[in-house]
């Protein structure tokens, strides 16, 4: 579109949004890019400027006499289009064009709007940017065009991708999404936002992000599916796209295609009001998207403006507004079998007022209002340019521009100084950058009942002169496209409760993490704390290890059950001594028993917890702040600067390791320099006079220059007497790349001109000649090229234009004189077959240290075996500090991320590097107590022989006869039984020696007491039988009523033991709840109401014993063995009644132990005072082994 004027604006436009590239074989001249998919909003930007011109001309105080013309080009949404549309503006649409030395003449256009590209705006703004054309972009926000330096005449009035990442960082943040993916476009555009979004997303910390995809160009299904795929197994619900609404339509194409959904999708300004993806089709989708756009304008009398567009007006150029009118009314100007199918006819005539387009939609007026700013900006600027008074002008000598004389660099001096309103009311000026005071519009897609899209303000995010990015937003507007109608939750981790820790996950970023739980006696009393802080010493942690609580103190406690018991034991226990002392008193002639009790510990588990870290620090300034200790590494860049080696810098620098291109020979190059003259035309003289100037300190053309003693220049100088580095041909890198990639033209060329007429590559199998040579024809024969240079490397070109590449591995040294060498010390290569491949010879590095070896450079040193890699929260994750494993877990290799628990029967070593069996412990054989307690059960057996014999051996004297000698023997055989049994407890519990304890023990001392029952009851049977009418009693204890009573009360202890194998046997357990590093062998009693009936029926006998032998205390015999009785029960009773809180409180061997004391305790009570004083009288006083002196009854008291 186009149209003449006094000055005219260039414009660059996406009319369509697509196009196509035929195939490039160079095998015949290449085709024309076609353009396809009509953007209706992109002719309404086109538009815009048109208007802003046409208004502009109208205005008599805007550029008074002055006709502003425009020529506006499609760029079809690629960038060689718009490149190429851009040339053409700045040069001319010309097709041939003559090469002059000097070009003349004011420029067709003198100032560009556009283009909408990032990527198109760099390459345009680079190269016109040479010739300070001023270029105004409505529409590329990529911050790196606010680089002066390289674009210094390019201005926006839309702003940079830099304030638009900082506002979607604050969205993120205000809305608690730490866990994104991020999608951008594959220009510059894209990757220049994925590049700050990285590093902004990193200071800030404001999250992390999931996935970084590239969204190709065209319709790459293969591409599209992988990253749809990516989006559908990523756990970050929220994505973000900085892209175009050409990737934007593939991209949802595939969405749509696997039915993607629950994602919460944040849009950039290039696609929030893109009326192409505001389809029922995509709106599923895409409804409650959140976008950043830019600001709402108003563009008085625009719509009046677009009415009067016709296909027959030529004020606009036919091309475009008749594709739009074809689009738009679905009809053709020039049908080619159009009418045969169905097609209508354009008459031009239509109404468009008639037919729903978007074209006519001025609601929400965005690129537009920019187009019209830029359009304005540049009108204002050449305003200003020709108010200047001659003589006060901003140019040399005070001077100013005219129509006549215009330059572009010109436009660009008022440019930056613009400074006007908008009818709209907005301020319009440019910062030393080009860029505007930023401002966005928050935007929400909502769809309404109806099915049409709306997109409503929901908030702002501005950046004032005197504030940082702010948001303001309102959360209710908000249509969130969830079920809960509320924004989604976007974590890789949840945040971690106090009490617990944060765990990175290898391999992972940041915000991945495990919440484990800090161990016993460390506290963490805030969220998301990277470690858990130990208790003071006289304090531990809380069961949720968010606060440090008073230790618990234990000690043997009045109020606890075990206090309670024993301190009525020992009150009992004095009462029964107070009674018994009264006795004794009383019968000062009975013989004193005594008996022992015993105490148990408790073993504490210990503990050693620990964390630790390091901070990394930062070097800057080498010289001046006389950095040194450091490893260069260079790039090929600087591999052989010449400037760097210098002996100020070369301390620093030495050792220097670096990467160098490769090393060639060229022969005669030397004798080729040394023809070089300045009065030699074969190489022209501007720049071999200059160097010879610089070389030899003199001026050709001296102004001055003789009078402050400066040389003048003849020619003739000799360049070999000079000390210069152009002469220096030992390390020919550049220079050898250079002379390959002339010779791979020249073979090139050389290639074509053998082509055979008829046997050639291009259409018709021709051939190209010197007279018709095109450009492309030599791109055939240069993917072809094959040669050898003269130094034996050979050249030839992959399918992409690459060889084979091959690297020299360098090293600086200084020599001893002070000069620099650098050596080549290996290589770095790819081959045809292997990936890269490094060869380094390091012997003969130099490096730049005192030790000659290479520095040892890592943030924190390896984490050896045993301990694990915790990160340091805000550092690279090179940077971690190396925790101990705690008890019971190992790490058996360096640099582990987690320390593995042990099985369960293994424990940590103390190095926590491998397992080790759990030591075990139960009441052993080997041990001292256990060797104690053997000795005495065997002693207890040996002494229950002892008697067994002596009474057998006296068998028929009275005092064994006296009291039923069966009953005698049997109860020294049940005691023996006794002190044997004791033995089952001891040694490594098994089942059968589990199951089989308890039972002998309960038979043998059932047997043991039936037996002393017995007995008690024959001798109050016996004399009450020696009171007149007592006769009858004994015959109820004959000797089988004895035996048989015995048998009956043991029977019943063995159902009992039966009953409690059968339904509930005692097993063999390994316990671990004392000790975490040991396995504590014991048997679990299985039921414990079998166990309590079998001690209560124990204890129910020896009651009844005691009970019937202390109310025959008192019977007139010399020799009454009922006290005997009552004493022995006495003491057993004791000895049980302490056993049980004992035993309840006593953990894993020691409750064996207890009991075993308790078995031969209450045994020897029962040997020595029920067959002590019997033996005595057998051994020791035989006088009193008669019947009479037995039959005899003692003395009484009255």
């Not at 001594?577 to 008193?585: H, N, S």
């Not at 408790?602 to 702040?625: E, G, M, N």
């Not at 009693?1085 to 202390?1110: D, E, K, N, P, Q």
Request: one cysteine or more.
């Amino acid at each position: 579109m186009h149209k003449p004027g006094d000055v005219v604006l260039g414009g660059l436009f996406e009319v369509h949004y697509s196009s196509v590239f035929p195939e490039q074989t160079f095998t015949s001249e290449p085709e024309q890019a076609s353009c396809k998919g009509f953007d209706t909003p992109g002719l309404r930007q086109a538009m815009s400027m048109i208007y802003a011109i046409d208004e502009i001309n109208k205005n008599a105080n805007l550029l008074p006499n002055v006709t502003l013309g425009y020529s506006l080009y499609d760029n079809c949404g690629a960038l060689v289009i718009g490149f190429s549309g851009a040339l053409s503006l700045a040069s001319g649409r010309e097709r041939q064009f003559l090469l002059q030395q000097n070009c003349v003449g004011s420029p067709p256009v003198l100032g560009i709007v556009g283009d909408s590209f990032s990527t198109s705006s760099i390459a345009i703004s680079s190269v016109l940017g040479l010739y300070k054309m001023p270029i105004v972009s409505y529409f590329s926000t990529c911050s790196c065009l606010s680089d002066r330096k390289r674009f210094p005449s390019f201005f926006r009035t839309i702003p940079s991708d830099a304030f638009q990442v900082r506002a979607m960082i604050q969205i993120l943040k205000r809305f608690g999404w730490t866990w994104v993916g991020l999608l951008v476009s594959d220009d510059d555009y894209g990757l220049h936002v994925a590049r700050s979004f990285q590093s902004d997303l990193t200071e800030s910390g404001g999250g992390c992000l999931a996935y970084l995809e590239v969204l190709p160009w065209d319709n790459d299904q293969a591409g599209l599916k992988m990253i749809v795929d990516v989006i559908k197994k990523s756990t970050a619900r929220v994505v973000m796209v900085f892209a175009h609404e050409g990737h934007m339509i593939h991209l949802m194409d595939e969405v749509v295609r696997q039915n993607v959904t629950g994602q919460q999708w944040i849009a950039s300004e290039a696609w929030t009001s893109a009326a192409v993806l505001q389809t029922p089709r995509l709106m599923p989708y895409l409804r409650g998207t959140l976008g950043i756009a830019i600001r709402r304008g108003e563009i008085t009398g625009f719509r009046e403006f677009l009415l009067q567009m016709r296909p027959d007006n030529d004020n606009y150029g036919n091309s475009l507004v008749r594709q739009f009118w074809e689009y738009t009314f679905q009809c053709k100007f020039d049908p080619a079998g159009w009418a045969e199918v169905g097609g209508t006819s354009c008459t031009g005539k239509e109404d468009i007022e008639s037919v729903e387009t978007e074209f006519l939609d001025l609601s929400n007026l965005r690129p537009e209002y920019n187009v019209y700013k830029a359009v304005y900006a540049l009108a204002y600027a050449l305003h200003d340019m020709l108010q200047c008074e001659p003589g006060r002008g901003p140019f040399s000598g005070q001077s100013c521009a005219t129509l006549q004389t215009l330059e572009p660099w010109q436009i660009v001096n008022y440019l930056q100084q613009v400074n006007f309103t908008t009818s709209f009311g907005d301020q319009v000026s440019f910062d030393e950058n080009g860029d505007a005071l930023p401002i966005y519009d928050v935007m929400n897609w909502l769809q309404l009942p109806d099915g049409r899209t709306k997109i409503q303000n929901v908030g702002e995010v501005k950046r004032s002169a005197t504030k940082a990015e702010e948001l303001i937003i309102d959360e209710d507007k908000i249509f969130w496209n969830f079920e809960s109608n509320k924004p989604p939750r976007s974590v890789c981790s949840e945040s971690c409760p106090p009490g617990t820790r944060m765990a990175r996950k290898k391999g992972e970023p940041v915000c991945c993490f495990d919440c484990i739980p800090c161990s016993e006696g460390k506290i963490s009393n805030k969220a998301d704390s990277m470690e858990c802080t130990s208790c003071p010493e006289d304090f531990w942690s809380s069961p949720q290890r968010d606060h440090c609580v008073p230790k618990k103190t234990e000690f043997l406690s009045y109020h606890e059950p075990l206090g309670i018991c024993l301190t009525t034991t020992s009150l009992l226990g004095t009462f029964i001594c107070a009674v018994v002392l009264g006795i004794f008193i009383y019968h000062r002639s009975t013989p004193i028993v005594s008996y022992f009790s015993t105490c148990s510990c408790l073993s504490d588990r210990k503990r050693f917890p620990s964390f630790f870290r390091t901070i990394p620090s930062d070097a800057f300034q080498v010289v001046r702040q006389n950095v040194t200790g450091q490893q260069w590494i260079a790039s090929e860049a600087w591999t052989s600067a010449a400037a760097l080696q210098t002996p100020r810098l070369m301390p620093y620098l030495r050792g220097t390791l670096s990467i160098a291109i490769r090393r060639g020979e060229i022969t005669g190059f030397r004798e080729f320099l040394l023809q070089m003259r300045p009065d030699n035309d074969n190489y022209g003289n501007s720049l071999v006079r200059q160097f010879w100037e610089y070389t030899f300190q003199c001026k050709f053309d001296p102004a001055d220059w003789a009078e402050v003693g400066g040389t003048r220049c003849t020619g003739k100088e000799d360049i070999e007497s000079v000390e210069t580095e152009f002469l220096d041909l030992s390390n020919l890198r550049p220079e050898y790349n250079v002379y390959k990639a002339v010779y791979a033209l020249a073979y090139a060329l050389h290639d074509m001109l053998q082509c055979e007429p008829g046997r050639g590559p291009f259409s018709g199998q021709s051939c190209a000649t010197l007279q018709t040579l095109e450009p492309w024809q030599i791109v055939n024969y240069l993917q072809q090229v094959n040669f050898t240079t003269s130094f034996g490397d050979q050249v030839s070109f992959d399918e992409n234009g690459d060889a084979l590449p091959i690297y020299d591995v360098m090293n600086w040294l200084q020599l001893p004189d002070g000069r620099t060498k650098i050596q080549n010390v290996g290589e770095v290569k790819r081959s045809a077959t292997k990936a890269e491949e490094l060869i380094i010879d390091e012997d003969k590095i130099f490096w730049n240290f005192e030790s000659n070896k290479p520095p040892r450079s890592v943030c924190s040193e390896s984490c050896p075996p045993g301990t694990r890699m915790a990160r340091k929260k805000g550092e690279p994750v090179c940077c971690f500090d190396c925790i101990p494993c705690s008890e019971g877990k190992i790490s058996n290799k360096a640099d582990s991320m987690e320390c593995t628990s042990c099985p369960e029967d293994f424990w940590s070593s103390p190095q926590r590097d491998h397992c080790v069996p759990k030591k075990t412990e139960f009441l052993s054989y080997h041990e001292p107590l256990g060797i104690c307690l053997t000795t005495t059960s065997l002693l207890g057996t040996f002494i229950c022989a002892v008697v067994l014999g002596i009474f057998i051996y006296h068998r028929s004297t009275p005092i064994v006869r006296a009291n039923n000698s069966e009953l005698s023997f049997l109860l020294l055989v049940s005691l023996k039984l006794c002190f044997l049994c004791s033995l089952l407890f001891i040694g490594r519990p098994r089942l059968w020696t589990c199951q089989l304890r308890h039972a002998a023990f309960g038979i043998s001392f059932v047997l043991c007491v039936s037996c002393i029952l017995v007995k008690t009851m024959v001798v109050l049977a016996v004399f009450k039988a020696s009171k007149p009418g007592g006769g009858d009693s004994l015959k109820w204890f004959g000797a089988m009523q004895q035996r048989g009573t015995v048998m009956v009360l043991t029977s019943i202890q063995a159902a009992i033991c039966t009953a409690w194998l059968v339904s509930s046997s005692p097993a063999p357990h390994k316990n671990t709840q004392y000790h975490n590093d040991k396995i504590v062998y014991e048997c679990v009693v299985g039921s414990t109401i079998g166990f309590a009936v079998l001690l209560g029926y124990i204890g129910l006998l020896a009651t009844l014993s005691f009970l019937l032998a202390f109310l025959a205390r008192n019977l007139p015999d010399n020799f009454n063995e009922a006290k005997l009785i009552t004493f022995s029960m006495l003491i057993f009773c004791a000895v049980w009644v302490a056993f049980v809180p004992a035993y309840v409180n006593s953990p894993g061997k020691y409750a064996d132990a207890v009991e075993v004391f308790a078995i031969l305790a209450s045994s020897f009570g029962l040997l020595l005072a029920l067959f002590g004083p019997k033996c005595f009288i057998i051994l020791l006083r035989p006088e009193r082994n008669t019947k009479k002196a037995i039959m005899s009854r003692g003395t009484t008291k009255s």
